[in-house]
């Protein structure tokens, strides 16, 4: 267990440490945010510091970082690597930047801020992208806790029933104020959450005789590679997405930004629910990586999955907490898809009001724009609930568009930084993950063999274009920042 708590240690050094240079970089002063300057009472409200870290906690923990990391453990103890580091310098970087940026444009969402630091074209892109994304967001979190829920019920309700009942949630909490449905549950849930997350590890911790976990000192390696699978680079950095860096927290963080009551709390609630989200990643690697199984016959490590995600969740829990920890780990873990898919809906409710410059204070106006979308998506969970097969495509296209997004995401904040009237040079600390993640989206466009360009192009293929294609993004973007002059132009806020 050593390799989980040295992770543990880092990634709350890190957040400690690096959430303060962020801070430094993007120059927190005592101006007003939009909960205090514009509230609405729908959308923009003030809330309490906690409520705000839960809400946005538990709108990025969706089945990512639990089933994303069970799966990420397939690569071997070098998943906690990328968990860690991705977190700190990526995904904790963009949370932050991107919620606090959209603080001072009054809550804008990530399409506006796209449109108004790189273009109307950027804007019209990142519209279209960051809709389709957050329905089928919303649609692949509906039939995965179905189906947990059915497994836990022991059949005695079905999965379509269930299916019905987070529907009509979702519509609801879309609808409402925030402050009225999601501010009032989502305590309760972060409590499950968290309590899931403890129970989780200390079962791990405490039977580490019978299931000892694999470490990182003696298996710094590729074991998927091994195993006659993909490569850890990019596809254990898709696959691990949520939990390390991942674009949907993009559409998640400008909700929260109109909720956060003074600039000073952007650090722990936007840094601090990504550091969070990451723990909880860890904590299901570590318990994945105690279960796996290791073959060692042929003189070389091999992993078997003891099954789906689902299944493994199943019996990881039973196996380490017996049947009421198991109903504990597995309604935290129903809890993280439905409290990202509610606020998927809503964000997708948001961008299009904003698009359109449609007055959401009125219900009547939040139904017109609701109702369409959700017709949608109640077409798309039937359409995946019905073959399993239709969820795994989902997931695979999910995986690409959701860190493209987050590519996008940090060279807009980039581009802000540089924009700035201060010192260009800092914007440097977000453009380097964002051509890290240009890097490893356009490596996995070419190189997944189970999308098209995959079918046809050998991986050695795609390394060289998505080298190639992030080397000309980045060179692009140097050249405007060394272009650029310190001369008296409009200063960006």
């Given at each position: 267990?050593?390799t ?60 990512g ?63 279209i ?102 490569p850890?680079?990019?596809f ?18 400008p ?25 909880i990643?860890?904590i ?13 016959s ?23 907490l ?7 780990a597995?309604i ?11 606020t ?10 904003e ?68 010192n ?12 890290i ?24 293929v ?32």
């Amino acid at each position: 267990m050593w390799t989980f708590f040295i992770c543990l240690i880092l990634l709350i050094g890190g957040y400690l440490v690096y959430s303060r240079v962020s801070e430094k970089i993007f120059k927190i002063d005592g101006r007003e945010t939009p909960a205090i300057k514009s509230p609405d009472g729908v959308d923009i409200t003030p809330l309490p510091k906690r409520k705000s870290f839960l809400i946005q906690l538990l709108n990025i923990a969706g089945t990512g970082p639990i089933f994303g990391a069970i799966s990420g453990a397939l690569f071997g103890p070098i998943v906690f690597v990328w968990i860690v580091f991705g977190c700190l310098l990526g995904g904790a970087v963009h949370d932050y930047f991107c919620g606090m940026i959209s603080s001072r444009n009054n809550g804008d969402s990530i399409v506006k801020l796209s449109q108004k630091y790189i273009g109307k074209i950027m804007g019209v892109v990142m519209r279209i992208f960051s809709i389709v994304l957050l329905i089928l967001v919303t649609a692949v979190f509906v039939v995965s806790p179905s189906s947990l829920l059915e497994s836990l019920t022991g059949g005695n309700v079905a999965a379509w029933i269930w299916m019905i009942i987070i529907l009509a949630y979702y519509l609801l909490s879309t609808l409402v104020p925030i402050d009225k449905v999601i501010g009032k549950l989502y305590p309760i849930f972060g409590v499950v959450l968290i309590g899931m997350a403890l129970a989780v590890i200390g079962g791990v911790l405490f039977q580490q005789d019978k299931y000892p976990m694999i470490e990182i000192i003696d298996n710094f390696r590729d074991f998927s590679l091994e195993n006659g699978g993909l490569p850890w680079w990019p596809f254990m950095l898709t696959t691990v997405a949520c939990g390390a860096v991942s674009g949907f927290h993009a559409t998640q963080s400008p909700m929260i930004s109109k909720c956060i009551k003074n600039e000073k709390e952007g650090r722990q609630v936007f840094y601090g629910a990504m550091v969070s989200e990451g723990v909880i990643a860890l904590i299901w690697a570590a318990a994945a990586m105690a279960f796996y199984r290791v073959n060692t016959s042929d003189g070389w490590l091999a992993l078997d999955a003891i099954g789906g995600s689902s299944t493994s969740v199943q019996e990881i829990s039973s196996t380490l907490l017996g049947p009421v920890g198991t109903v504990l780990a597995i309604i935290g873990v129903v809890v993280c898809p439905i409290t990202s898919g509610d606020t998927a809906l809503r964000s997708c409710r948001l961008i299009i009001g904003e698009w359109l410059n449609i007055d959401q204070k009125k219900i009547k106006n939040r139904l017109l724009l609701t109702l369409p979308l959700f017709a949608v998506v109640v077409g798309i969970s039937i359409w995946n609930f019905l073959d399993s097969h239709n969820f795994n495509l989902l997931w695979r296209w999910f995986a690409w568009s959701n860190q493209l997004l987050a590519a996008a995401t940090l060279w807009v904040c980039s581009c802000y930084l540089m924009k700035r009237n201060d010192n260009k040079y800092k914007s440097l600390f977000t453009s380097i993950p964002a051509f890290i993640m240009t890097s490893v989206v356009i490596t996995y466009i070419f190189g997944e063999p189970n999308i098209a360009l995959g079918r046809f192009i050998p991986i050695w293929v795609a390394y060289i274009i998505g080298a190639t294609i992030s080397l000309i993004v980045f060179g692009i973007y140097l050249f405007f920042l060394i272009r650029r002059k310190a001369e008296n132009s409009e200063v960006i806020e």
